[in-house]
């Protein structure tokens, strides 16, 4: 049994990782730069959000902007990701900041998480202007709601996903097999295990910890019970999943 295993759902680095890996856009802040005005004050933008296996942020962000000059002079980020969304009362839901460095990443595997997650980025993800990038993280801050407040560092945070090359490696041709061939139990997870609406749902992502679904703009995490590694796993926890819908 590996620590990710070992440790409660509960567990501060455990729900920030969970909070993370749920989100599509974020606050990014960055440090002023080359502005005579003012040099070295904080300026946040909404960006489009996703991650890789392991929980690195990832962003596709435009050369021309403001946030994207000052990464190329001070890579230094911080991402508010916001879970408090419907809630009648905001601040006692949960919301993380991340603290890391941005640098620009052609891998191809970031690409593809991202562009599954966001559709419609393919439209401008290949103009001269516009980049890939991944935020190596350095620490968090978690508020979990009233008096829940925790720094975490990033060795905590990041799941290292060193056991499941086998799963990263096969992710999108199962993610193929699960939109062609069973979105019937795609739906049921959102309607039946999630409660939302009903509608056109697809898998996105999947990985370790769970799967990522999206439906028109709306995007929902399904975490898993327990942690998958390989192709086999994956498919027993998605069939028990689709068993447990079924029943509800």
């Not at 000059?69 to 993380?96: N, W």
């Not at 829940?148 to 096969?170: F, N, P, Q, S, T």
Request: glycine letters at 8%; aromatic letters at 6%.
């Amino acid at each position: 049994m590996t620590a990710a295993q070992q440790t409660p759902a509960s567990a501060p680095n455990i729900s920030a990782r969970r909070l993370l890996r749920a989100a599509d856009r974020a606050y990014l802040a960055t440090h002023r730069r080359g502005d005579a005005d003012y040099p070295g004050w904080p300026y946040a933008a909404l960006v489009l959000l996703a991650v890789d296996h392991d929980a690195t942020p990832l962003l596709l962000i435009s050369g021309l902007a403001e946030h994207t000059r000052d990464i190329a002079a001070d890579d230094r980020v911080a991402l508010l990701v916001d879970g408090t969304a419907g809630l009648d009362e905001p601040l006692t839901g949960a919301r993380a900041t991340i603290l890391g460095r941005a640098e620009r990443t052609s891998d191809q595997r970031h690409r593809a998480r991202f562009l599954s997650r966001h559709p419609g980025a393919a439209m401008y993800a290949d103009f001269k202007d516009f980049g890939f990038y991944r935020v190596g993280v350095d620490r968090a801050h978690l508020v979990a709601g009233f008096g829940r407040v925790h720094w975490i560092g990033g060795a905590e945070l990041i799941d290292r996903a060193d056991d499941a090359a086998e799963l990263i490696a096969a992710e999108q041709d199962i993610v193929a097999h699960m939109n062609q061939d069973h979105a019937d139990a795609i739906g049921l997870y959102a309607t039946r295990l999630l409660n939302l609406p009903a509608g056109e749902w697809t898998m996105t992502g999947i990985d370790a910890e769970g799967c990522d679904l999206r439906m028109a703009g709306r995007v929902a995490r399904l975490d898993f019970s327990r942690r998958v590694a390989t192709v086999e796993q994956a498919q027993a926890e998605l069939v028990r999943l689709a068993k447990q819908a079924r029943a509800a």
